[in-house]
Nanobody
Framework: QVQLVESGGGLVQTGGSLRLACAAS????????MGWFRQPPGKDREFVAGIDWSGGKTYYADSVKGRFTVSKDNAKNTAFLQMNSLKPEDTAVYYCAVHKFPLQSVRTESTAFDSWGQGTQVTVSS
C-alpha cells in the first residue's frame, strides 16, 4: 500500500492561485498514474484532474479545464495540482490518489484508485 501526504491547501481570494502537492512513498511512483478529486461542502466527491503513469497525458474536468494543471515529478515521488484563477465554487477538500495498477493511461473513476491522501482544504473567498 502506498502512503500519500498532501500539502498546499489554504484560504485564497477569488482569482488567486494555490499549488497542491502529493508526496508518495511505498510504491514505484514512476510506474503509476495519479488523480486529484475534490469534495465540496455537502456534495459528493468528484474527479478534478488525472495524469498517466509517464506524465505525458493529462485529463481535466470541464469545470477546471484551462485553470488547473496536473503534473508529476518522478524524481521527487510527488504529484502537483497547480490551481489558477480560483473561484468560490472551487472550495472543497482536495484529495490525491494513485492508480491501483501500473502503466495505465489517465483514469477518472474513483474505483481505479486504491490509495488516497488525507485531504487538504481549499477555501476560495469571494
Amino acid at each position: 500500500q502506498v502512503q500519500l501526504v498532501e500539502s498546499g491547501g489554504g484560504l485564497v481570494q477569488t482569482g488567486g492561485s494555490l499549488r497542491l502537492a502529493c508526496a508518495a512513498s511505498g510504491r514505484t511512483f514512476s510506474m503509476y498514474g495519479m488523480g486529484w478529486f475534490r469534495q465540496p461542502p455537502g456534495k459528493d466527491r468528484e474527479f478534478v484532474a488525472g495524469i498517466d503513469w509517464s506524465g505525458g497525458k493529462t485529463y481535466y474536468a470541464d469545470s477546471v479545464k484551462g485553470r488547473f494543471t496536473v503534473s508529476k515529478d518522478n524524481a521527487k515521488n510527488t504529484a502537483f495540482l497547480q490551481m489558477n484563477s480560483l473561484k468560490p465554487e472551487d472550495t472543497a477538500v482536495y484529495y490525491c490518489a494513485v492508480h491501483k495498477f501500473p502503466l495505465q493511461s489517465v483514469r477518472t473513476e474513483s474505483t481505479a484508485f486504491d490509495s488516497w491522501g488525507q485531504g487538504t482544504q481549499v477555501t476560495v473567498s469571494s
